[in-house]
Structure formats: C-alpha cells, structure tokens
C-alpha cells in the first residue's frame, strides 16, 4: 500500500522560504514522476511542479523563478522549496505519486503572514 | 497553458438519481504516445483530493463503479449513475498531456 506522509514548516513570514518534505512508503521512489500541488483556502486546485526518477524536473511557469523540487532515494523521499514566499503563496500543499497524481499525502497547511 | 473548463460550478442532485460533469480543454489532450491523459478527483471535505478516472475512462482501485469517464480530444464527461450520500464533494478535471498540468475550477456536488 502506497503511503505518501509529508511534512514541514505550517507558518512563514513573508520573504522567507517554503520547505516541505513528502516521505514515500510502500513504493520506490525510482521508476515514477513525484509532484507537488497547492491550494489556497476556499479554491481550487494548482500543479506547481513535478521530478522524475531521473531527476529532470518541470514546473509551473508561474512559479519557475522560485520553486525547486528534489528528490533523494537514499530515504525514499523528496522535497519542495519556494522561495520569497507572499501572503499569496498561502495554502495547503500536497505531495502526489506520479503525473496523473495516483496517490496524495494529506497536506500541509503553510500559512504566510508578518 | 491548457485551460480546462468544467460546468457546472454547482450541481444539486437527488439521493439515487444521476449526475454529469462537463471538462473541455482548450486544446486536444491526444499524447503523441497515444494516450488521453485526462484524469478525475473528488475531494471531499476535508480530505485531500482522491483520484477516480485515469486516461479518461480508467478506474481506479476501489472506485465504485457507478462512477465512469468519457470523452476524447477536448470534450469530457464524468457520470455517476447513482448518487450516494458519500459523493458529495467537489470534483475536479486534470490533464496531465502537455506541461504545466492543469486543473478544472471544480464542480460541487451536493444533496438536494
């Protein structure tokens, strides 16, 4: 059973650094796409990025120029950061398994505020 | 980007009786491997969003089979031939075909 647990700072100020981790249980990392996606209070849903097995990586053009997602097999996990975080950039962030986001972990509320 | 369009916003539906929901893509979603990578979540409240349809019309384990994909290109359906008190929720389009992925606005299904 695949089991996604992830985990990180819930509270920012503004400028600061996002840093969430997404444990992976029940599956290699290796063989599959790893992604990130967040989603403000009240609205829907936003890809931010994703990584490969291999490590290539893509991202929302949106957010480009801030986010950075790895990976580290040796603990079977991986990770975002966002960077200059704004009160915009408040949400819950979810970890998936896969492009077609397989399996979620249960989300992150990270909050924004001075 | 792919914009991915649902409707409605807002679907009141009677215990037992069916519901559809509409995605159109702004663009085809037919990968040059073939494959239609449009996929289907709920989200029930307070839960993080479930996967239930894959490459259209592919159900996931433990997906009751009320619930069916359809469509091809930019035109795609999401039926539930009975809706059971557990379907409420908010129900969102994705496609993963081109890059960024992108999501539907979300169609809130509710009990009359």
């Known amino acids: 059973q695949v089991q996604l647990q992830q985990w990180g700072a819930g509270l920012l100020k503004p400028s600061e650094t996002l840093s969430l981790t997404c444990t992976v249980y029940?599956?290699?990392?290796?063989?599959?796409?790893w992604s990130w996606i967040r989603q403000p209070p009240g609205k829907g849903l936003e890809w931010i990025g994703e990584i490969s097995d291999s490590g290539s990586s893509n991202y929302n053009p949106s957010l480009k120029s801030r986010v950075s997602i790895s990976g580290d097999t040796s603990k079977n996990q991986f990770s975002l950061k966002l960077s200059s975080v704004t009160a915009a950039d408040t949400a819950v962030y979810y970890c998936a398994r896969r492009a077609n986001l397989e399996n979620w972990g249960q989300g992150t509320l990270v909050t924004v505020s001075s | 980007d792919v914009v991915m369009t649902q409707s409605p916003l807002s679907l009141p539906v009677t215990l037992g009786q069916p519901a559809s929901i509409s995605c159109r893509s702004s663009q085809s979603l037919e990968h040059s491997d073939g494959n239609t990578y449009l996929n289907w979540f709920q989200q029930r409240p307070g839960q993080s969003p479930r996967r239930l349809i894959y490459k259209v019309s592919k159900r996931d384990s433990g997906v009751p089979d009320r619930f069916s994909g359809s469509g091809s290109g930019t035109d795609f359906t999401l039926k539930i031939s009975r809706v059971e008190a557990e379907d409420v929720g908010v129900y969102y389009c994705?496609?993963?075909?081109?890059?960024?992925?992108?999501f539907g606005g979300g169609t809130k299904v509710e009990i009359k």
């Open positions: 994705m496609q993963a075909t081109h890059w960024p992925r992108t």
């Open positions: 029940g599956v290699s990392l290796s063989g599959y796409y």
